[in-house]
């Protein structure tokens, strides 16, 4: 399946990588992906969301975080994260953008609903703070060293 969120926010980002931000050792892969996946099974269960979703931590993922189908087994997403670019999340921001990818599977598992940001965030609003969905937005902004419409992306 083709990505369907090229043009949308997370994914417009370009990789960080390469830039020296990479400031986490090797060794502490294993913790991210355990913080991650608490993070995921946290939420998918305040969402009822049942879906199996894999965590990748990638080199130079240039949406910076984003969620898709694998090939291999139908059914599953695979949320990939890039590696730079999670060395600069706190939790609270982990959980922002998890929580808007998880509203990514769900327009994946609810056809006809269509890819968008806005409906990406509808999900997401359900277990995190529209603060807190805004700071992960600015963050990433701030590191791309763009303004950012964030009324555009989560709504009002
Ligand atoms: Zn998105």
């Given at each position: 399946?083709?990505?369907?969120?090229?043009?949308?926010?997370?994914?417009?980002?370009?990789?960080?990588?390469?830039?020296?931000?990479?400031?986490?050792?090797?060794?502490?892969?294993?913790?991210?992906?355990?913080?991650?996946?608490?993070?995921?099974?946290?939420?998918?269960?305040?969402?009822?969301?049942?879906?199996?979703?894999?965590?990748?931590?990638?080199?130079?993922?240039?949406?910076?975080?984003?969620?898709?189908?694998?090939?291999?087994?139908?059914?599953?997403?695979?949320?990939?994260?890039?590696?730079?670019?999670?060395?600069?999340?706190?939790?609270?921001?982990?959980?922002?953008?998890?929580?808007?990818?998880?509203?990514?599977?769900?327009?994946?598992?609810?056809?006809?609903?269509?890819?968008?940001?806005?409906?990406?965030?509808?999900?997401?609003?359900?277990?995190?703070?529209?603060?807190?969905?805004?700071?992960?937005?600015?963050?990433?902004?701030?590191?791309?060293?763009?303004?950012?419409?964030?009324?555009?992306?989560?709504g009002r």
């Amino acid at each position: 399946m083709p990505v369907l969120e090229s043009i949308l926010f997370f994914s417009a980002l370009l990789c960080l990588g390469g830039d020296g931000r990479e400031a986490k050792p090797e060794e502490h892969l294993s913790d991210q992906i355990r913080t991650i996946t608490t993070i995921v099974d946290n939420l998918q269960r305040r969402l009822g969301d049942t879906t199996k979703v894999l965590i990748s931590v990638d080199r130079g993922n240039d949406r910076l975080v984003s969620v898709q189908p694998s090939e291999a087994d139908k059914g599953t997403y695979i949320l990939s994260l890039d590696r730079g670019f999670l060395a600069l999340l706190d939790e609270r921001d982990l959980r922002a953008v998890v929580a808007h990818e998880l509203g990514h599977v769900w327009i994946y598992t609810h056809h006809p609903y269509l890819q968008t940001e806005t409906l990406a965030n509808q999900t997401a609003l359900k277990v995190v703070s529209r603060e807190d969905l805004e700071r992960a937005y600015r963050k990433v902004g701030m590191h791309k060293g763009e303004k950012v419409d964030i009324q555009a992306f989560v709504g009002r």
